[in-house]
């Protein structure tokens, strides 16, 4: 098992920047996909981005060039740094976690259900 818990969410201006975090605990997050969600009321929530344990990251194409995603295997910890937010950023931000054999694997899961483990979200708000 897997336990995932996010912070650093928040509200701000169009233009600025948050960084969210998520620390996984239970095992080791090495040899797993950690991917970030993100989900609007009637929404399907969607993957904005996914990191495996060797630093390989994958963005969607809203998000690339303004997202960053990074991880720290020896914390457990993800970050997401999140620059030039737009108000259509405005979501609840879910982390997730997946076993995965390979970065090449990792880069491929895009669907909620293809990720076994997820956190309680923090809710991220840009104003314009």
């Known amino acids: 098992q897997v336990q995932l818990v996010e912070s650093g969410g928040g509200s701000v201006q169009a233009g600025g920047s948050l960084r969210v975090s998520c620390a996984a605990s239970?095992?080791?997050?090495?040899?797993?996909?950690m991917g970030w969600f993100r989900q609007t009321a009637g929404e399907e929530r969607e993957r904005v981005a996914a990191v495996y344990s060797d630093g390989s990251t994958s963005y969607a194409d809203s998000v690339r060039g303004r997202f960053t995603l990074s991880i720290d295997n020896a914390k457990n910890t993800v970050y997401l740094q999140m620059n030039s937010l737009k108000p259509e950023d405005t979501a609840m931000y879910y982390c997730a976690a997946s076993f995965a054999p390979s970065s090449w694997q990792c880069e491929r899961k895009r669907q909620r259900a293809e990720f076994a483990y997820w956190g309680q979200g923090t809710q991220v708000t840009i104003s314009s």
């Open positions: 239970g095992r080791t997050i090495s040899r797993n996909c």
